[in-house]
């Protein structure tokens, strides 16, 4: 048995929400730009609707123009790791390419591979192993999902491991499935924010159906046992971000991953966005102790970790 002291591994953190607060508001300042309320209120740890998160989230990632800001974000990711004591440390990072290079035009993509490739050697410097999750928007459907990967694919660093999607789970998982596959073939590995901010059965279409192979989120599929069977006989990884979900699906109370462990669920804990919902590594570990997870959950969480991390077990198409 372990001492029970937090793992070393974020499996769930995004670049853009990974900002230092002191860096948001000093570059805010530089640019004339004031913080939003959201941001405030998030900062305050308080709730906020998505949509408050989103621009809060949006705020942030609009300073990612040149790529000295990137490296900085991924050191700011890094920095809420816990040390290692000679254990594995590291990160599976989700970032959002489309949005930065494409949508908004804040950089050319030869300048966000350069800011991640220095942030990731920084990282592994200090021992901490980083893989990359490229992020598309629900939301925007399968056509954006498609035009994420014509933008990535050509010269994909080796560091890209995994698609995703995130946003609001609007389109169904279904109608994904055919980029799912495109990536997979590209031999990334495939999540998807799922039982988020849409319903648990999200979390079943997009194992079934979408062919993803891990969940994040996943919250609202722990009032179904048949899912919970699902995730568990199939040992689909769910990325849990408690600080985060307390921001934004007030209405679990209590929050379900100690139903989720108890269940045979493969969990684990991320951090989500730390620069908009204040947390790290150690306070969500904290977090699930006051939940009341046993020590048997807590040792599981550990190994969940380092075991399904993409950062350190890199595979193909899976």
């Known amino acids: 048995m372990s001492d029970l002291s937090p793992?070393?591994?974020?499996?769930?953190?995004?670049?853009?929400?990974?900002?230092?607060?002191?860096?948001?508001r000093q570059s805010a300042a530089a640019r004339g730009l004031a913080v939003?309320?959201?941001?405030?209120?998030?900062?305050?740890?308080?709730?906020?609707?998505f949509e408050g998160f989103i621009e809060a989230f949006l705020f942030?990632?609009?300073?990612?123009?040149?790529?000295?800001?990137?490296?900085?974000?991924?050191?700011?990711?890094?920095?809420?790791?816990?040390?290692?004591?000679?254990?594995?440390?590291?990160?599976?990072?989700?970032?959002?390419?489309?949005?930065l290079v494409e949508h908004r035009k804040l950089l050319p993509l030869d300048q966000l591979w350069k800011g991640l490739e220095a942030g990731i050697a920084e990282a592994a410097r200090q021992g901490v192993r980083i893989a990359v999750v490229v992020d598309a928007v629900n939301h925007f459907g399968p056509r954006h999902g498609h035009a994420t990967l014509n933008l990535v694919l050509p010269e994909r660093p080796p560091w890209v491991r995994g698609f995703s999607t995130?946003?609001?789970?609007g389109v169904p998982f279904r109608e994904w499935a055919p980029v799912f596959d495109r990536a997979r073939a590209a031999g990334l590995r495939i999540a998807a924010h799922a039982g988020e901010n849409g319903p648990g059965s999200n979390v079943r279409e997009a194992v079934l159906e979408g062919g993803v192979a891990r969940i994040v989120h996943g919250v609202r599929a722990a009032g179904d046992p048949g899912i919970l069977d699902l995730l568990a006989a199939r040992m689909v990884p769910v990325d849990v971000c408690l600080s985060s979900n307390r921001c934004l699906v007030p209405d679990?109370?209590?929050?379900?991953?100690?139903?989720?462990?108890?269940?045979?669920?493969?969990?684990?804990?991320?951090?989500?966005?730390?620069?908009?919902?204040?947390?790290?590594?150690?306070?969500?570990?904290?977090?699930?102790?006051?939940?009341?997870?046993?020590?048997?959950?807590?040792?599981?969480?550990?190994?969940?970790?380092?075991?399904?991390?993409?950062?350190?077990?890199?595979?193909?198409?899976?």
Do not use: K, M
């Open 7 to 24: 793992p070393g591994v974020d499996r769930h953190t995004h670049l853009e929400g990974s900002l230092d607060p002191g860096w948001v």
């Open 36 to 49: 939003p309320p959201a941001l405030e209120l998030l900062w305050r740890g308080e709730a906020c609707p």
């Open 60 to 99: 942030g990632a609009e300073l990612l123009d040149h790529p000295d800001a990137i490296q900085g974000a991924v050191r700011a990711a890094v920095s809420r790791l816990p040390e290692g004591h000679g254990e594995p440390r590291g990160l599976d990072l989700w970032v959002s390419p489309h949005f």
């Open 166 to 169: 995130g946003g609001l789970e």
């Open 252 to 318: 679990l109370d209590p929050h379900p991953l100690p139903v989720l462990l108890a269940a045979g669920v493969r969990c684990a804990l991320g951090t989500d966005d730390p620069g908009v919902v204040p947390c790290d590594l150690p306070s969500e570990w904290e977090r699930a102790r006051r939940l009341g997870v046993p020590a048997e959950g807590l040792e599981q969480l550990r190994r969940n970790a380092v075991e399904d991390a993409w950062c350190l077990n890199p595979g193909e198409g899976s």
